[in-house]
C-alpha cells in the first residue's frame, strides 16, 4: 500500500482565521514533506521532517508552521494566509530523505484565502 | 547544484500516435531522475524513477525512459497514445531533495 492520505480535500479560509492540514501514511515512512503547488507550475518544497524532525525549511513565512506529532502524522497549521497562499498543498512521503528515494504523494488540499 | 529542465510546457499529439516528453538534467553526481504524472486534480504518481543500472526504465501505463548520459537526457515516451495519458508530466531530479521541471501538458486528440 502506498497511500498518503490528507484531509480536508477542500479548504476555503478568511485572512484572520486559523486552520490546519493533515496527512498521514501508514507505510513505514521516516521522511515526510509538503509542498505548495501554484495553478500551471511545478509542486514547490516547503518543509521536509526526517525521523520527525524538521531538516529542511525553505524559508517558509511564520504564518506556515509544520507540526510532526509522531512518524505517521504531518500538520501543516495555517494562520493570518494572504490571498497569494491559495494553492495546492501537496504532501508526501519516502522512506527515508533525500537520494534514491521515491516520494509518494496524497491528492492534496486545494486551498483558498479569500 | 542540480536541475531538470522540460522542453516544451504543452505536447500534443493523436490517439495511437508516440509520445515524446522531453527531460534534460544538469548534474554534478550521478542523477537520481523520476517522472510523475498529475491528473487533473489530483496528486503526484510515479510514473518511473532512474537510480544506477539499466538505462532503459520500463514504468507503469506502458511509458518508458531512457538515460543518456552523454545528452544528459532522460525523455519519457509511449509507443501509442491513450485518451486516459491526458495530464501534466514532471520531470525530477533528487539529490538530498527533489527538484521538479516546469513540467509538460500532454493532450490527446480523438
Known amino acids: 500500500d502506498t497511500e498518503v492520505t490528507q484531509t480536508p480535500k477542500h479548504l476555503v479560509m478568511g485572512m484572520t482565521n486559523k486552520k490546519s492540514l493533515k496527512c498521514e501514511q501508514h507505510m513505514g515512512h521516516r521522511a515526510m514533506y509538503w509542498y505548495k503547488q501554484k495553478a500551471k507550475k511545478p509542486p514547490e518544497l516547503m518543509f521536509v521532517y526526517s525521523y520527525e524532525k524538521l531538516s529542511i525549511n525553505e524559508s517558509v513565512p511564520s504564518r506556515f508552521s509544520p507540526e510532526c506529532p509522531n512518524s505517521s502524522l504531518l500538520n501543516l497549521h495555517l494562520h493570518a494566509l494572504q490571498p497569494e497562499d491559495s494553492a495546492l498543498y501537496l504532501c508526501?512521503?519516502?522512506?527515508?530523505?533525500?537520494?534514491?528515494?521515491?516520494?509518494?504523494f496524497g491528492p492534496g488540499t486545494r486551498l483558498l484565502v479569500l | 547544484a542540480q536541475s531538470v529542465t522540460q522542453l516544451g510546457s504543452h505536447v500534443s499529439v493523436s490517439e495511437g500516435a508516440l509520445v515524446l516528453l522531453r527531460c534534460n538534467y544538469s548534474?554534478?553526481?550521478?542523477?537520481?531522475l523520476f517522472w510523475y504524472v498529475q491528473y487533473p486534480n489530483q496528486g503526484l504518481q510515479l510514473l518511473l524513477k532512474y537510480t544506477t543500472g539499466a538505462t532503459l526504465v520500463k514504468g507503469i501505463n506502458g511509458f518508458e525512459a531512457e538515460f543518456k548520459k552523454s545528452e544528459t537526457s532522460f525523455h519519457l515516451t509511449k509507443p501509442s497514445a491513450h485518451m486516459s495519458d491526458a495530464a501534466e508530466y514532471f520531470c525530477a531530479v533528487s539529490f538530498n531533495d527533489m527538484r521538479f521541471g516546469a513540467g509538460t501538458r500532454l493532450t490527446v486528440k480523438p
Open positions: 508526501a512521503s519516502s522512506e527515508r530523505s533525500g537520494g534514491t528515494e521515491t516520494q509518494y
Open positions: 548534474s554534478s553526481v550521478p542523477p537520481y
